[in-house]
């Protein structure tokens, strides 16, 4: 009698937890939570890892993304029952959820971004795509806030400006990336009344067009930033400073893709650590 093969479990599929936890020494989140001690440093990378599997798992997967999520959902579920879940990164985030009662939703919110994101590639207007970054971006805050017990209505409403921002900053460094993808995240609004074409995006050199859309864009996303800013004096000092850390992450790659030239097409503008230490110390100095 021949013995049958064990199931091999769909989340095999899914991005592996080193190599998801691999990107977290290059990116803005990781890097501003070093300054809030060991134990909310290791919650806010557990929550961390759950938003980049969740990103790599609609990005990068091979196979059907939409079911993987589906899988990844699932095991979520197992966080809120007494059952363990399978993913190494969900087992990581267990005992942050437990210990903090951290609620489901932002968790889910993620996912359905990335959902979003296997049926639409462009967005129409600005107000669309802020819609979007309250499902890819503003449950990270969210979580962030819980992490530090301050998670009241109107410290959500900042941070979500802030996430916001940061993930219009994303999106204006990745302008190249996305457009391997087939996605603009540039609303075509926006696109429309500079006359930007897709011909000027996938050129290697930003036309006059492009230039003058980035600019404007950029300015949108320091404008979210400020708007979102006053978070700051509102937290105790260690979570002051995180977010401080986030704003000003997101004011340093601004500054990185108008020192380039608005040139988002041939590679990706990143801060210096310098320049980040710099807008860091500013960020903190102005308190907004």
């Known amino acids: 009698m021949t013995a049958t093969a064990p199931s091999r479990s769909p989340l095999a599929e899914a991005p592996t937890r080193a190599a998801v936890m691999a990107q977290a020494g290059s990116e803005n989140f990781p890097v501003a939570t ?3 001690g060991a134990r909310r440093r290791s919650q806010l990378l557990a929550i961390y890892g759950f938003a980049r599997l969740v990103d790599d798992a609609g990005d ?3 196979g059907d993304r939409s079911a993987l999520l589906d899988e990844i959902e699932a095991d979520l579920d197992r966080l809120y029952t007494p059952a363990t879940p399978e993913h190494p990164v969900l087992q990581a985030l267990l005992p942050t959820v437990r210990a903090l009662d951290l609620p489901s939703g932002p968790f889910r919110r993620l996912i359905d971004a990335n959902r979003r994101d296997q049926v639409i590639d462009r967005y129409p207007s600005f107000e669309a795509l802020l819609d979007y970054c309250q499902l890819s971006a503003a449950p990270v805050g969210e979580l962030v806030l819980h992490v530090f017990g ?5 410290r959500i409403r900042l941070s979500d400006q802030v996430c916001a921002g940061l993930q219009v900053t994303e999106h204006l460094q990745d302008v190249a990336e996305d457009r391997e993808r087939g996605r603009v995240y540039l609303p075509a609004e926006d696109l429309a009344r500079f006359g930007c074409t897709d011909a000027d995006l996938r050129a290697q050199a930003p036309s006059r067009a492009v230039t003058e859309l980035m600019a404007f864009e950029v300015n949108r996303a320091r404008s979210l930033l400020a708007a979102g800013a006053p978070l700051i004096r509102r937290l105790e000092p260690r979570a002051a400073l995180a977010v401080a850390g986030f704003v000003a992450g997101g004011r340093a ?4 893709v108008e020192g380039a030239g608005y040139n988002v097409l041939s590679a990706r503008p990143r801060p210096t650590r310098r320049a980040f230490a710099t807008t860091f110390a500013t960020t903190l100095w102005r308190r907004r």
Do not use: Q, Y
């Open 60 to 62: 990068e997967a091979a």
């Open 34 to 36: 070093r300054i809030v």
């Open 150 to 154: 301050a998670a009241t209505p109107d």
């Open 253 to 256: 790659a601004l500054d990185a």
